[in-house]
């Protein structure tokens, strides 16, 4: 196997008309730029678990997406993020929730899996591991991007607008997206899968979705990696990374038609809704989603980098 491949996403749930022409020029930049890091890892013989790491980063330092630098605020007014990571070859992983400080939350998910013997950890105690591994820390003013700050501004509003009248405030299924996600399979043939995200804008009670939960947001195994984005309640209640995948080994599925099958039937049927990638160990990927749009891409042997973002975007396939 010497055709490596990676694939990302940005999050499910834009819109045509959510973003500014400029906007929109800046998100693709960036989705190029992080395809065009974790290919180098992949090129210079790296394993995947590097190529997936490398990537996540870029996506986390642009503030166009809801992880990392553009993580959204909580009802609180703070930043509170999430993150995993799993080597499908050996089956290890590392994940962290309840972040304020840590820059890049994959690389931390990354010592946990490599430098620990515990796969999650949360809050204070992971950022004082993630100090005492050299992992770099920030001033929590270092997350705050406008347009988020704004987001919760009206999100507040809105909520408060329902108390006033007596009615439930009833989030749209968007309001629970906002991750990015990579998958790599490198020259040996061996997969690994990361999901990073800032959860959703004016939540409380320490509310964690499905990106740091094995399983659900992220799962990479031999045959199969998948990183999920969307309402993550429902992606934890149906394991809907591992399911995927589960179907690939156990019912022999193409790729493709685990991945629709889970996240465009299984998903809406239970009541959310949101979008996944998926790569194969023999190359194979899918891009499944069912809102208007989901940052996504890909790049292979030739380096070049293929991304859309609305669900009429035209972007070439693999093989294709």
Same mark, same amino acid.
């Given at each position: 196997?010497?055709? !490596?491949?990676?694939?990302l996403? %940005? %999050? /499910?749930?834009?819109?045509?008309?959510?973003?500014?022409?400029?906007?929109?020029?800046?998100?693709?930049?960036?989705?190029?730029?992080?395809?065009r890091?974790?290919?180098a890892?992949?090129?210079?013989?790296?394993?995947?678990?590097? /190529?997936? +790491?490398?990537? $996540?980063?870029?996506?986390e330092?642009?503030?166009?997406?809801n992880?990392g630098? %553009?993580?959204?605020?909580?009802h609180?007014g703070r930043?509170?993020?999430?993150?995993?990571?799993?080597?499908?070859?050996s089956?290890k992983?590392? /994940?962290?929730?309840g972040?304020?400080?840590?820059?890049?939350p994959?690389?931390?998910?990354?010592? $946990?899996?490599?430098?620990?013997?515990?796969?999650m950890?949360?809050?204070d #105690?992971? *950022? $004082?591991? /993630?100090?005492?591994?050299? $992992? *770099?820390?920030?001033?929590?003013?270092?997350?705050?991007?406008?347009?988020?700050?704004?987001? =919760?501004?009206?999100?507040?509003k809105?909520?408060?607008?329902?108390q006033?009248?007596?009615? !439930?405030?009833?989030?749209?299924?968007?309001?629970y997206?906002?991750?990015?996600?990579?998958?790599?399979?490198?020259?040996?043939?061996?997969l690994?899968? #990361?999901?990073?995200?800032?959860?959703? +804008?004016?939540?409380?009670?320490?509310?964690?979705g499905?990106?740091?939960i094995?399983g659900?947001? +992220?799962?990479?195994?031999?045959?199969?990696?998948?990183?999920? +984005?969307?309402?993550?309640?429902?992606?934890?209640?149906?394991?809907?990374?591992?399911?995927?995948?589960?179907?690939?080994? =156990?019912?022999?599925?193409?790729?493709?038609k685990a991945?629709?099958?889970?996240?465009?039937?299984d998903?809406?049927?239970a009541?959310?809704?949101g #979008?996944?990638i998926?790569l #194969?160990?023999?190359?194979?990927?899918?891009?499944?989603?069912?809102?208007?749009?989901?940052?996504? %891409?890909?790049?292979?042997?030739?380096?070049v980098?293929?991304?859309?973002?609305y669900?009429g975007?035209a972007?070439?396939?693999?093989?294709?």
């Amino acid at each position: 196997m010497d055709a !490596p491949m990676l694939v990302l996403h %940005g %999050g /499910a749930g834009v819109e045509p008309g959510d973003l500014t022409t400029d906007e929109e020029v800046a998100a693709r930049k960036a989705l190029e730029a992080a395809l065009r890091a974790g290919h180098a890892q992949l090129v210079a013989g790296k394993p995947a678990l590097d /190529a997936v +790491t490398a990537a $996540i980063t870029v996506l986390e330092d642009a503030p166009q997406f809801n992880a990392g630098r %553009g993580a959204v605020f909580t009802h609180d007014g703070r930043n509170e993020m999430d993150t995993s990571l799993m080597d499908g070859a050996s089956g290890k992983a590392g /994940a962290a929730a309840g972040l304020h400080r840590v820059k890049n939350p994959i690389l931390l998910a990354r010592a $946990i899996m490599d430098k620990s013997v515990h796969v999650m950890m949360v809050g204070d #105690g992971a *950022e $004082i591991f /993630a100090k005492s591994q050299g $992992i *770099e820390l920030v001033d929590p003013a270092y997350f705050r991007v406008e347009k988020r700050w704004q987001q =919760l501004q009206k999100a507040l509003k809105e909520e408060a607008q329902a108390q006033a009248s007596n009615t !439930p405030l009833v989030l749209p299924g968007k309001a629970y997206f906002g991750t990015v996600g990579a998958l790599a399979l490198d020259a040996q043939g061996k997969l690994a899968g #990361g999901t990073s995200t800032g959860g959703m +804008t004016n939540k409380r009670y320490g509310r964690v979705g499905d990106a740091p939960i094995i399983g659900a947001g +992220t799962w990479a195994d031999k045959r199969c990696a998948v990183s999920g +984005t969307g309402w993550g309640e429902f992606y934890i209640r149906d394991a809907a990374a591992h399911e995927i995948c589960a179907r690939v080994r =156990l019912a022999g599925d193409p790729l493709a038609k685990a991945a629709d099958r889970v996240i465009n039937v299984d998903i809406p049927k239970a009541g959310g809704d949101g #979008g996944a990638i998926a790569l #194969g160990a023999d190359g194979s990927v899918a891009f499944p989603f069912n809102t208007g749009g989901m940052y996504r %891409g890909w790049i292979g042997t030739d380096g070049v980098p293929h991304v859309a973002i609305y669900k009429g975007d035209a972007m070439a396939m693999p093989g294709k």
